[in-house]
């Protein structure tokens, strides 16, 4: 039995074999697949949707410290259970002083998406370079402690905020 997302997946590579391109524009698949009958989501709920607008606000705001002139995160994201079981993310705002507890569980939580996709990205670049063994590797480098200190003292004018 497959997913919705196997089907999608399924119809992505129909797609890509019809019009004999390697890369698609999302909205043409999305066209097409409603062209031939794909029945159309319904819209989530308005809360839902207004709460994850929200999310996202929060989640890429950034503010400039004002001695260091460094930017910064203004808000992190930490997960809890509700009462009910249900898992609910709660956000705490850097300068409201939260407790040091709930600021390494951010922290902790924002490390691990980072190396997630870290890991992700360099095994996809091992991927294509055993696939294309005639081609010189794709390097993919996740010691990021250079890129990091680069990015630290940059000037100042490529510092600035979200």
Do not use: C
Not at 35 to 46: A, L, Q, R, T
Not at 78 to 87: L, S, W
Not at 94 to 120: S, T
Not at 137 to 147: C, Q, W
């Amino acid at each position: 039995m497959s997913t919705v997302n196997e089907r999608r997946r399924k119809f992505i590579r129909y797609f890509k074999e019809l019009r004999a391109t390697p890369e698609v524009n999302m909205h043409e698949v999305a066209g097409l697949a409603k062209e031939m009958g794909w029945k159309m989501p319904v819209p989530p709920d308005p809360l839902e949707m207004l709460a994850k607008q929200f999310s996202e606000a929060a989640g890429e705001e950034t503010r400039l410290d004002k001695v260091t002139k460094r930017v910064y995160k203004a808000s992190l994201a930490i997960t809890e259970r509700a009462k009910d079981g249900r898992q609910m993310t709660l956000w705490i705002d850097v300068d409201d002083n939260p407790p040091r507890h709930r600021m390494a569980k951010g922290l902790h939580l924002y490390r691990e998406q980072m190396v997630g996709e870290a890991v992700i990205g360099k095994n996809t670049a091992d991927h294509w370079s055993r696939i294309n063994p005639a081609q010189p590797p794709l390097p993919f480098e996740t010691d990021l402690t250079d890129d990091v200190n680069w990015r630290l003292n940059a000037p100042l004018d490529d510092r600035k905020p979200a």
